[in-house]
């Protein structure tokens, strides 16, 4: 079906385009069919196909291309197709995973600002144990800043919330989440249950400003829900 020649220029120009490793497969296949009724023909078929598929690895990723035109020139045309599929594939996956870091940056970061550097000195909330006494139980050591609003649920539920806005299912595994961190926050005795609840509150709102200034900048495309 295929001359040597042809199948190692095919080959070869695989491998040119960046592949790891590339493959190819042909075909060629006869059919015929009969069908009787009480003993008598009734119909006959016969028929044939053939083609050849070029496939190219890159790291563990996998493409595969077919086609019925087994000519040298259009598999090695197929070939250079799935590789610029395939590295437009990952361009695009880095670009993703790119956006998500610098949101996810800036959700947590517009979260800490208000929470640690306006809202925690102006409202200055004694933390719990200092004013229950229970300093000596604490599970971990004492904290030194002020109880409002809880800095950790915030930052876990910004986080959440940038998360979210890429992807629905991780953002709701983030919120869950968040809301263990929440509680633990209020098992280990360092904050008011308002600490948490007010944390929670301010993180997703600055998460979900941040995300739509970031929107309004780069574009509605660059955040795919």
Not at 14 to 28: K, N, V, W
Not at 39 to 51: K, M, N, P, Y
Not at 161 to 169: E, M, P, Q
Request: aromatic share 8%.
């Amino acid at each position: 079906m295929l001359k040597r020649s042809s199948v190692e220029n095919i080959i070869t120009a695989a491998l040119e385009t960046g592949a790891d490793f590339a493959e190819l497969y042909a075909e060629r296949t006869e059919q015929g069919s009969i069908g009787m009724v009480n003993g008598r023909v009734e119909t006959a078929q016969s028929g044939l196909s053939c083609g050849a598929g070029v496939r190219l690895f890159f790291g563990t990723q996998a493409i595969y291309g077919y086609a019925n035109d087994m000519s040298e020139k259009n598999l090695i045309q197929i070939a250079r197709g799935c590789a610029e599929a395939m590295k437009s594939s990952v361009q695009h996956s880095r670009k993703n995973w790119r956006e998500m870091g610098i949101l996810l940056l800036l959700c947590v970061g517009a979260s800490a600002l208000v929470c640690n550097l306006i809202l925690k000195p102006c409202v200055n909330r004694i933390r719990p144990y200092d004013l229950l006494g229970y300093v000596d139980a604490l599970l971990i050591p004492p904290l030194h800043d002020a109880s409002f609003p809880s800095g950790h649920t915030a930052a876990c539920f910004a986080a959440a919330t940038a998360v979210c806005a890429k992807n629905r299912a991780w953002g709701f595994a983030a919120y869950i989440f968040g809301a263990v961190m929440g509680f633990s926050r209020l098992y280990l005795g360092v904050h008011f249950p308002t600490d948490v609840l007010a944390g929670a509150a301010i993180g997703t709102a600055m998460a979900a400003l941040t995300v739509r200034l970031f929107r309004k900048h780069c574009g509605e495309d660059s955040l795919q829900k």
